[in-house]
């Protein structure tokens, strides 16, 4: 059975690295808080008799060996990166929810037949380098090492010299290591759990979503001289286009989203009309089909409000992640082990992307909820309750039990 | 006679300081670049026989002495600043206007009977310190010094901090600097005298502006797992108040005028809904009452989207310029002459700030316009032709002597 007390003391002390005034983290992908949490979580791993091991996207394997080292493992994991004001759960509950399955192995002394690693991916938020689960989405084959490593920051560092310089990296190249299973616990990051008072999410799949980067292009004017009418203001234009992303969802309510995360704006002086605006669109919809539609929309809607204002548009897509089914076993472990621990459930589709849907296109997955306070998440606010935290555990240790004895 | 092929040599020799590749200028106030064009202006008219003297503000005053130096000096002035994306006669067509009426007067062995000085007034664009014609404001008792010193730009360096590192400072208080007349040659920045095909610009005053910051609040949350009903989206809100004011404007046409040049939107993450956004607003019009109620529509407009947006908004009023009319003395003076020069021209209100709008609250003040390429101003593109420059100088100084006579 999972120590809780412990689990949660765990997510305390590793919030320290990156820890923010209010409560929240601020550790984006391959920082130096980033190096701090790896070398936290490789020393307590193998303080439980782990052997760490990194592969060559920076992707941590703590393996507990089994009593078949012949088998692949059975594996555990999610993310320790956080968004710039993030909370102390997205993802790190998944890593550190694996920990304590660790721990509860080793305190038993109990020894599983396949080996069972924690895996903490790198760069899953999308914060840094853009677009998320970069480094699982390697693992699964959905993209190149060298596209993912050739990623930027918005100081231009890419993501290989931000590895390279941190040092948490491998010989074995990523996507080569073999695994029987996946089971990712995390926090739903949205309200239906708690509105529903249920402890656990038996999470079926993963909405799809598209990102895009947009730019518009006026001409730069004297804001005191430029009449109204003359004018080819590229933020008024944008202004209107994040207005249209918003109408799009809505039409497609209430499962469509449309999000404008970033904006940036040049020349960026008061008295000087924007001749150049860029920002993110952030898209999605359960049904791939769906997404689809108001795809096809927004290129219509960006296009005319561009006419309109006398500007230009150029919309460049960044990301694709079509809708994911899970594991159907995987998820029968799940399902029954909450079942036998006696909590409330529900099955659930996810709104945010996580690692497991690209290790489920070369691994059989499912994930785990548990409910976070007013459903806020990718703020400093997320919370998450003790007793839940402890529940997703346990419901994490019995699925892998149960997927190693089959 | 003015020295016009001269004057477009010194316009084309300053532009190197600060020159961009697409032609233009980025010379920030203050900045290593403004230093060098202080130095090369203090160089230039010290061969002209003048001394260089600077006020507590950085006001760079170059003077020719004349048959009476009890009596106050005739002033001549603009900026040597630009915008981040500026072009190279914005402002500096004045100062180096002045620079070739003292070389006139130089060729010619003329002396005046009032001392003539010409004045590059510090940190006219309001770029990087908030707001415009801030030295020329303390010059004119709009402004304290100390709030004018105070003044930080993005990185939170104040004016005072960047005088002092820059060195061009000295120990006269600004705005005990006596003077008789000032007289301020500027391209027009607007398209109406290149349209009308008039060669001079006999400026009466300047349209009314005012300022503000705000600040809209709402709700970092998840892109992905947040539904669009319970969102409290700033920057959904932000755009729609930028919307917002171009409609005012718009409501107030023809001349009535808003525009937002800055946004700034935090946390900035593809996947985080913003929970803050800050953004400028210009609002202008020619006459004080009807920018009134610009600001009165202004403010229930924004107040009414906030709270349609499920956000907070809070305005700061941070710039008021009244709308100023010219001295009429000053005035007759550049009109005689420009009518004795045999020029096109047309009386015309200016719809950019000047160091003129202050420096006319305790100096009789007079301006003159010249074209510019497409009223483009604010922009790399910024052009003019030298004929027009010549003569635009050559009705400064005609102007200046009348004043003189009298
Ligand atoms: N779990 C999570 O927040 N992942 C980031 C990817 C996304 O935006 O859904
Ligand atoms: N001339 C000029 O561009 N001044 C800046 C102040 C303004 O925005 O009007």
């Not at 760069?123 to 090492?145: C, D, I, K, W, Y």
Request: aromatic share 6%; net charge negative; charged share 15%.
């Amino acid at each position: 059975v999972i120590d809780g007390p412990a689990l949660w003391l765990d997510l305390m002390e590793t919030a320290k690295f990156g820890g923010t005034p209010k409560g929240g983290i601020c550790r984006l992908a391959l920082s130096e808080e980033d190096a701090k949490v790896r070398a936290w979580f490789a020393k307590t791993c193998e303080a439980l008799g782990c052997t760490v091991t990194y592969d060559s996207m920076g992707n941590q394997f703590a393996r507990r060996p089994g009593s078949n080292n012949d088998l692949p493992p059975i594996m555990i994991g999610s993310h320790l990166d956080t968004q710039p004001t993030g909370g102390k759960f997205d993802g790190i509950l998944g890593v550190l929810g694996g920990v304590s399955v660790l721990r509860a192995l080793h305190t038993a002394g109990l020894t599983t037949v396949h080996p069972i690693e924690v895996v903490n991916w790198t760069n899953e938020e999308g914060a840094r380098f853009t677009p998320p689960m970069l480094a699982s989405g390697v693992f699964g084959g959905v993209f190149t090492q060298d596209y993912a490593k050739g990623r930027a920051d918005k100081n231009g560092i890419t993501l290989g010299q931000a590895l390279e310089e941190i040092g948490f990296v491998g010989q074995e190249p990523c996507g080569q290591h073999p695994a029987s299973a996946y089971f990712e616990l995390h926090i739903e990051q949205g309200p239906v759990l708690e509105a529903e008072h249920k402890t656990i999410g038996i999470v079926t799949g993963v909405q799809a979503m598209r990102w895009y980067t947009v730019t518009v292009t006026g001409q730069d004017a004297h804001a005191g001289t430029t009449p109204m009418t003359m004018r080819s203001d590229a933020l008024w234009a944008a202004a209107r286009m994040i207005d249209g992303v918003h109408h799009i969802a809505m039409a497609h309510g209430p499962d469509g989203l449309g999000t404008v995360g970033i904006v940036n704006c040049q020349p960026g002086s008061s008295n000087v009309i924007p001749g150049q605006v860029q920002f993110t669109v952030d898209l999605r919809h359960p049904a791939d089909d769906v997404l689809e539609g108001m795809e096809k929309k927004f290129y219509e809607t960006l296009s005319h409000i561009a006419t309109s204002c006398e500007t230009q548009v150029s919309i460049e897509p960044t990301w694709v992640s079509a809708a994911v089914h899970f594991d159907s076993f995987c998820l029968s472990c799940v399902e029954s082990s909450t079942e036998k621990l006696g909590y409330s459930s529900r099955k659930i589709v996810s709104g945010a992307g996580h690692d497991a849907v690209y290790v489920a296109k070369v691994v059989p997955t499912a994930m785990i909820f548990v409910p976070c306070w007013k459903g806020i998440s990718h703020n400093e606010a997320e919370s998450a309750e003790q007793p839940d935290t402890t529940a997703g555990a346990n419901v994490l240790l019995h699925a892998v039990l149960q997927a190693d004895a089959q």
